[in-house]
């Protein structure tokens, strides 16, 4: 089981940049493929990327692709996201999970047992 807790969200202009962190609990994180999925304001959670265990290989929703980064480091026990180039529409919760590795399932929500507790991402225009 792993725990998590992310942070760096905050209210930011159009075309600015931020990074969030997920901060994990555990010595398992390695082994878990992680993500991030976001949920705006009357809107389900949506896949944003994702990156795999051991590999890192890194999947994207068309929506960031080309402005958001994925990354980890296991020695740290730690998932960012960097977000370039931000537009009102990513304002939203953001979310890290930690579930399978699966090329196939990844943007789906239900391959994640382990969610944190969100952090607010707000972009203003």
């Known amino acids: 089981q792993v725990q998590m807790v992310e942070s760096g969200g905050g209210l930011v202009q159009a075309g600015d940049s931020l990074r969030l962190s997920c901060a994990a609990s555990g010595r398992t994180f390695s082994t878990y493929a992680m993500a991030w999925f976001r949920q705006a304001p009357g809107k389900e959670r949506e896949f944003v990327a994702t990156i795999s265990a051991i590999a890192g290989n890194t999947y994207y929703a068309d929506s960031v692709k080309g402005r958001f980064t994925i990354s980890r480091d296991n020695g740290k026990n730690t998932l960012y996201l960097q977000m370039n180039s931000l537009k009102p529409e990513d304002t939203a919760v953001y979310y890290c999970?930690?579930?399978?590795?699966?090329?196939?399932?990844?943007?789906?929500?239900?391959?994640?047992?382990?969610w944190g507790q969100g952090t607010q991402v707000t972009v203003s225009s």
């Open positions: 999970a930690a579930g399978r590795n699966s090329a196939t399932y990844y943007y789906r929500d239900d391959n994640y047992p382990y």
